[in-house]
C-alpha cells in the first residue's frame, strides 16, 4: 500500500498565511468603520499578530513583557496615546487650524491631535501603508496591556496586586520622585511585566524625556490601567475612521497636490525645460556633497570629506548645517516646504549656478546652461506613498497653454533598508523588486553596480530586494526563506517596488517621460532582522550609516554629471 503524503506547513507559509489574513483584517476593518481591538472585531489582527511573532516585537507571545519592542512602538505613536480609548484616524480636515496642538511622535512624520482626556486624532495622509503601520502597532501594545492586567487583577470585582497600587501611588502622585521613591516604584514594576530590576531601570532611561523623566512608569500604568477597565467594567478602547478619510483614500489628493506645486515651482524658475534628475533620499546628502566643501573648506585634518560629513552628521553642529544650507540657497537651491499632506519636503537644485569643477566629485562643467541637469531631491516616502508622488510628478505638466512632459533623464532612489545577508551600514544594489505575499516582480537594468563601491571597506551584495508590506510584520522564518529560496531576496525594504511600478508606467505604457529613462537604486543596511540584537527596534545606525549614504549620493552624482552610464 502506498502511503500517503501529509503536507506539514513550515513557519515561513504559517507566517505568510498571518501577514496575508492581518492584511485583509485590515482593509475590512477600514471599510466598516471602526472596530474595537481588545474585543470580536480586533480578534483576527491579535491572532495573526501573535502566530507571526514579529522580530521587532520580541517576547509579544510570552507572559513577560516585551521592552524594546514597546519603546520602537511608543516612538512611532504620538506622546499620551496610551492614555486614550479612542484613537480616531482622520485625514487632513483642518485641525492645523484649530487651538489643538500638534504632536509629532520623534520617530514618524505624522500630525496628531489630542482631542481630549480619552481621544487622540491621528493624520493620516500618506496612504494604505500608514494605516496598516498604526493598526498594527496598537495591535501589539493593546496585546501588552492586557499582559499588565493579567498580572495584576486578583478578581473580577477589580481588586489588585499590592505591586499595582504601588505603582499607581507612583505615577499619580504631583511630587517628583527621589531616588529611592523611582527605584521603590521600578522594582514593583518589574514584579508586574515579569522582568528583573535591571532591565526595567535600563528602559527606564530610554523612555524618559526631559519633560517627564519618569515617563516609563506612566506608560506601563495607563497601559494597565485601561486594560483594567476593559476586563472589570467593559470599557472597550475603539478604533475609528473618520467618514472623510475613507471617502478619500486611494484618490492620490496629497500626492496630487504636492506634484502640482513642484512643477509650479520648476516653470516658476524656467527649469521644466531642463534636464531633470529625481533623487529620492534625505535632505542632508546631496546638499551637503555639492556645497559643504564650498562653505567648510575642510582643514588639513579634514582631508578625507568623510570626516567633514560625520561632522555635519553630529547633531551639536548646527552652525556648520548653517552655514551650508546658506551656501546652497545663494548658488542654486530651492526648498520646498510641504503643505500638502504628503510630509515630503523637496529640494531643487539649479546646478547651472554652481561651478561643478570646483566639487571634489571629479566632473566637468556643462557646454550650456541649457544643459546643467535640474536635481530634484524628495524626502523619504512612505510604503504606498512611493508610488502616489511619483506617479503623480511624472505626469505632464497642464499649464495655461499646453500640456508639458517633464525632460526626466533619470530617477535614482537611496533608502535604509534591513539586510539578510552582511550587517548595519552594509550597501544593497537590487536587480529586482518582488511585491511581498505575491509573485508580481519589477526587474530593472539598475545604473549602479556592486563595481562601484569595491575598495571602500564596505560590504557590498547584489541580487532582489522585497518590497514588505510592512517593516515591523517579519520574523526570522519568513525572511529566512526569502533569504535561502530561488528569489535570491538580499534585503527588504516598503518602497521599491511602489516606485519602480509608478517609473514604468509613466515611461513604457503613458510615455510622458523619456522610455530610456535611467534608474538608479541602492540602500545602505539599517539593520539586520536575521541577527539577534540588530533589528530596528535594537536602536539606530548612529554615525555608521554616514559613510555609505554619502558613497552612493557621490556616485548617483557623478553619473548625473559625467552622463557617462
Known amino acids: 500500500m502506498k502511503k500517503e503524503k501529509f503536507h506539514v506547513r513550515t513557519r515561513a507559509q504559517e507566517s505568510s498565511n498571518a501577514i496575508e489574513r492581518m492584511y485583509i483584517t485590515m482593509r475590512h476593518l477600514f471599510n466598516r468603520g471602526f472596530y474595537k481591538p481588545m474585543g470580536i ?26 521592552l524594546e519592542g514597546l519603546l520602537y512602538v511608543i516612538d512611532r505613536l504620538p506622546y499620551g496615546i496610551e492614555e486614550c480609548r479612542f484613537i480616531n484616524l482622520t485625514s487632513n480636515e483642518g485641525y492645523t487650524d484649530s487651538h489643538f496642538e500638534v504632536i509629532i511622535p520623534s520617530k514618524r512624520r505624522r500630525n496628531c491631535y489630542r482631542i481630549d482626556n480619552e481621544q ?8 494604505r501603508s500608514e494605516i496598516y503601520d498604526i493598526l498594527t502597532h496598537l495591535t501589539f501594545l493593546f496585546i501588552e496591556s492586557h499582559k499588565i492586567s493579567k498580572r495584576v487583577l486578583i478578581d473580577e470585582k477589580g481588586n489588585t496586586t499590592r505591586d499595582w497600587q504601588k505603582l499607581e501611588v507612583a505615577v499619580l502622585t504631583e511630587d517628583k520622585l527621589t531616588l529611592k521613591e523611582r527605584e521603590v516604584a ?34 506601563i500604568y495607563w497601559l494597565g490601567k485601561l486594560a483594567i477597565d476593559e476586563v472589570v467594567f467593559n470599557n472597550k478602547r475603539t478604533v475609528t475612521f473618520s467618514p472623510v478619510l475613507r471617502e478619500r483614500l486611494g484618490h492620490h489628493i496629497h500626492g496630487e497636490m504636492w506634484a502640482n506645486t513642484i512643477k509650479e515651482t520648476l516653470e516658476k524658475h524656467n527649469l521644466l525645460a531642463r534636464p531633470i534628475h529625481i533623487i529620492s533620499a534625505n535632505l542632508h546628502s546631496v546638499m551637503n556633497t555639492l556645497y559643504a566643501p564650498l562653505a567648510l573648506k575642510p582643514t588639513k585634518s579634514e582631508k578625507n570629506i568623510f570626516v567633514t560629513y560625520e ?28 503643505t500638502s499632506g504628503t510630509n515630503i519636503d523637496v529640494q531643487i537644485f539649479d546646478t547651472a549656478k554652481l561651478d561643478l569643477e570646483a566639487l571634489d566629485l571629479g566632473v566637468k562643467n556643462p557646454d550650456a546652461d541649457k544643459e546643467a541637469p535640474v536635481l530634484f531631491v524628495m524626502d523619504y516616502a512612505f ?9 503623480e510628478l511624472l505626469k505632464p505638466y497642464k499649464s495655461q497653454k499646453e500640456d508639458i512632459l517633464l525632460n526626466v533623464e533619470s530617477v535614482s532612489i537611496m533608502g535604509k533598508a534591513g539586510i539578510l545577508e552582511g550587517g548595519k551600514g552594509d550597501i544593497m544594489i537590487p536587480s529586482a523588486h518582488i511585491f511581498e505575499g505575491t509573485a508580481d516582480n519589477y526587474p530593472f537594468k539598475n545604473k549602479l553596480c556592486k563595481s562601484d563601491f569595491e575598495g571602500e571597506g564596505l560590504d557590498v551584495y547584489e541580487g532582489t530586494m522585497i518590497s514588505v508590506l510592512g517593516t515591523s510584520l517579519q520574523n526570522k522564518d519568513i525572511l529566512k526563506f526569502f533569504h535561502n529560496s530561488t528569489w535570491n531576496v538580499i534585503g527588504l525594504e516598503m518602497e521599491g517596488a511602489h516606485y519602480q511600478k509608478a517609473i514604468q508606467a509613466a515611461s513604457k505604457v503613458r510615455r510622458s517621460i523619456n522610455p530610456e529613462v535611467k534608474v538608479r537604486y541602492a540602500y545602505y543596511a539599517s539593520d539586520n532582522p536575521l541577527v539577534t540584537g540588530s533589528t530596528l527596534a535594537s536602536g ?26
Not at 510604503?383 to 506617479?391: F, K, L, P, R, S
Not at 554616514?546 to 554629471?561: D, E, G, S
Open 186 to 219: 521600578i522594582t514593583h514594576t518589574a514584579n508586574i511585566l515579569g522582568r528583573t530590576f535591571e532591565q526595567i531601570k535600563l528602559a527606564y532611561t530610554k523612555f524618559a524625556t526631559p519633560q517627564q523623566p519618569e515617563r516609563f512608569l506612566h506608560i
Open 41 to 66: 472585531s480586533g480578534e483576527t489582527l491579535r491572532e495573526a499578530l501573535l502566530v507571526l511573532r514579529p522580530e521587532i516585537y520580541g517576547s509579544i507571545a510570552d507572559e513577560k513583557a516585551e
Open 120 to 127: 487622540m486624532n491621528i493624520e493620516i495622509t500618506r496612504g
Open 383 to 391: 510604503g504606498e506613498q512611493a508610488y502616489e508622488t511619483i506617479d
Open 540 to 565: 539606530g545606525l548612529g554615525t555608521s550609516g554616514v559613510k555609505p549614504t554619502y558613497l552612493i549620493t557621490r556616485k548617483i552624482l557623478q553619473q548625473i554629471f559625467n552622463k557617462s552610464s
Open 311 to 338: 561632522n555635519l552628521s553630529n547633531p551639536e553642529n548646527e552652525s556648520l548645517r548653517k552655514k551650508v544650507t546658506v551656501k546652497a540657497l545663494e548658488q542654486g537651491m530651492i526648498f520646498i516646504k510641504d
